[in-house]
């Protein structure tokens, strides 16, 4: 009798494990792709704000606006590679790496920001 016990919560706990294996598996396979960064260009003209943190602190930030309104919040820079206060309030051509998603753009990296000749403003 205690054979028949020990094997039916044997091949009890064998069916179990299985059972959950293949959920976890099916969980896995539910998670969407996370997005890769790629190169994004946009268009604009960068402006800059500085508000008091919660602590008191001032924090600035970027924010590239197009032709079209549209706001795009640009990541801090590194201040010995990029100083974007040269480029506040000019139309510039910002590079970075970003990602794209239902038609609205996040970059995460700023890589590069040109200044938009009068002849390519123009072309746009």
Known sequence: MKRLVACSLAVLFVATS???AE????????KPAKLELKEITLTGTIA?????????????????TDAKGAAVKLPAPK?????????IGVQVN??????EKD????????????KVQEGDAAAE
């Not at 800059?48 to 590239?64: I, P, Q, R, S």
């Not at 910002?94 to 990602?99: A, E, L, N, P, S």
């Open 18 to 20: 299985m059972v959950m």
């Open 23 to 30: 959920g976890a598996a099916a969980v896995a396979a539910e």
């Open 48 to 64: 800059k704000e500085t508000k008091a943190n919660k602590k008191g602190e001032d924090v600035t930030t970027y924010t590239l």
């Open 79 to 87: 201040a010995d590679v990029l100083n974007l206060d040269d480029f």
């Open 94 to 99: 910002v590079i970075g790496m970003g990602i």
């Open 103 to 114: 038609g609205k753009v996040a970059l995460k990296k700023v890589t590069e920001v040109n």
